[in-house]
């Protein structure tokens, strides 16, 4: 079985019931579905309020595996942050992303294939 991390954008149309997401994770069904720290982040961070964020928050750590940071995550990140110093521009967050996925050996699941594109040894399902 797969384990495919989810993208922020995907997470945020789920959410919004938008269909280019919902068809997104269909195409994933059976995989094991993932986030990261960075992506928790993201969501969260989009919150109205204290008690959106508290039962936002709850709810992701219910039903999602979030990966933890580890050593192998930062090598990764270092690698891609040298690998794109050469004139790509690829937010700091979408590299961290990579890294995670690319580190804990998962495929990734956006809607915003372009900004990972460049970024070698990824996967994007």
């Given at each position: 079985m797969e384990t495919v991390l989810i993208d922020t954008n995907i997470l945020i149309g789920r959410i919004r019931k938008e269909p280019r997401a919902i068809a997104a994770l269909e195409?994933?069904?059976g995989s094991t579905l993932v986030l990261c720290d960075a992506i928790v982040?993201?969501?969260l961070a989009g919150t109205r309020n204290k008690v959106e964020?508290?039962?936002t928050r709850h709810e992701?750590?219910?039903q999602f595996h979030v990966l933890p940071l580890t050593t192998e995550v930062s090598r990764y990140f270092r690698d891609i942050v040298h690998q794109l110093k050469q004139g790509t521009e690829i937010h700091f967050a979408d590299q961290?992303?990579?890294a995670m996925a690319m580190a804990h050996g998962?495929?990734?699941l956006t809607l915003?294939?372009?900004h990972f594109i460049p970024i070698k040894g990824l996967k994007l399902v």
């Open positions: 195409r994933c069904s982040a993201e969501v964020f508290a039962s992701l750590f219910a961290l992303i990579a998962c495929s990734l915003n294939k372009k």
